[in-house]
Structure formats: structure tokens, C-alpha cells
């Protein structure tokens, strides 16, 4: 056997001298205050009175924490549902504004063929009129609704100011370049004006 191994008693236990001494150390030990047991006797000690005003405070303590808790919760919910109902709200955002480059092709084919009722293609006119009402309305049922501020006074929020007009009174959308859309409230495109000066 190594040296090792004759620090090891042969049945595999470790030495019962080590652990006694340990205990006797702990026991000897007056500042030595085991883990779940409060430090101070006089906790333990006080009188009816000072253990009910202790009870009282941390029922208030609780309660208190409870209704944090309860706050935080409900702020958590109302956040979330805020949240939902915006993903819900705004989903559409992107594709309408694609669709929205396809409804200013429609109304410059409606300006372009003008309101002359002899034209031969008279049939093709008014399907794309129809067909710019249709997708109007198909905007308008899912919250798309226009921008059109002719004759309103400028809006820096709505609309985008791309030229001047001395013959409009100052402040006021001379000519509409370009209508604006909003989705739910939210600017999809501001509408593209002219001021006057």
C-alpha cells in the first residue's frame, strides 16, 4: 500500500477523530449562529404586543406586494391587448401601400380619358372607373381611407408640400398632386400639394 492509501482507514469511512473535533470547534464557537435561526434572541422574546404590531406589518407588507402584483398584471394585459389590436390593425400596412401605387394608375387612365362620351373605347373607360371604385371600396372596408385636402388649410402632419403657388392665400393646399392615405388613423402616404404663398 502507498502512503496514500494508510491515510485512509481500510473499511473506506473517513476518520471519525476529524469529524468530532469539527463539532467540538462548532460548539465552542460563541459567535457561530446556524443558517434559519435569527441572530437576535430578542425576536424570539418580545412581548404579545410587539409580536402582533410585527404580524400587522408584514400582513401590510403583503397586501401591498399583492396589490403591485396585481397592478403589474393588469398593466401587463392591457399592454398586450394595445399590442394585438395594433398587429391586427396595422397587418395590412405593407400590401396597402403597394396597392395604393395601382389606384394612382387607375385615376391618371380615368384623367387621361377625360368625360368625352363618344370616345370609342367608351366600354374600357368605364370598367377602370368601376374598377377604381371596387378597389376604393375594398381600401375603405379595411380602414385605407384618402388624404384629399383641396382647398384645406396646409397640414405638415398629412400632407407634403412640393411646390408654391403665389395665387392661393398663404397656408392654404392650392392643388392636390397627389392624394394621401391613411390606415386606421395611421399615415400610409402624406398628399402631395401645392401651397399657397
Do not use: C, W
Not at 402632419?157 to 395665387?167: F, K, M, R, S, Y
Request: charged share 25%.
Amino acid at each position: 500500500m502507498s502512503s496514500q492509501d494508510n491515510s485512509m482507514p481500510e473499511n473506506g469511512t473517513t476518520n471519525n477523530n476529524e469529524q468530532i473535533n469539527t463539532q467540538d470547534q462548532i460548539n465552542n464557537d460563541s459567535d457561530f449562529v446556524p443558517s434559519g435561526t435569527p441572530a437576535d434572541d430578542h425576536d424570539n422574546n418580545g412581548t404579545p404586543e410587539d409580536l402582533q404590531a410585527r404580524i400587522e406589518e408584514l400582513e401590510a407588507e403583503i397586501t401591498e406586494v399583492k396589490a403591485r402584483a396585481n397592478a403589474d398584471m393588469y398593466n401587463f394585459q392591457k399592454r398586450v391587448e394595445r399590442e394585438t389590436d395594433n398587429a391586427k390593425k396595422y397587418a395590412l400596412e405593407k400590401f396597402a401601400g403597394s396597392l395604393l401605387d395601382v389606384v394612382d394608375n387607375l385615376e391618371r387612365a380615368i384623367a387621361a380619358a377625360g368625360n368625352d362620351d363618344h370616345l370609342i373605347n367608351q366600354p374600357v373607360i368605364e370598367g377602370v372607373r368601376l374598377t377604381h371604385k371596387n378597389l376604393l371600396g375594398a381600401l375603405e372596408k379595411h380602414g385605407v381611407s384618402v388624404v384629399d385636402p383641396a382647398g384645406q388649410p396646409f397640414n405638415a402632419e398629412l400632407h407634403q408640400a412640393v411646390g408654391i403657388d403665389p395665387n392661393t392665400p398663404a397656408g392654404q393646399v392650392a392643388n392636390v398632386l397627389q392624394k394621401g392615405y391613411s390606415l386606421s388613423g395611421r399615415l400610409l402616404r402624406p398628399a402631395m400639394v401645392t401651397v399657397g404663398q
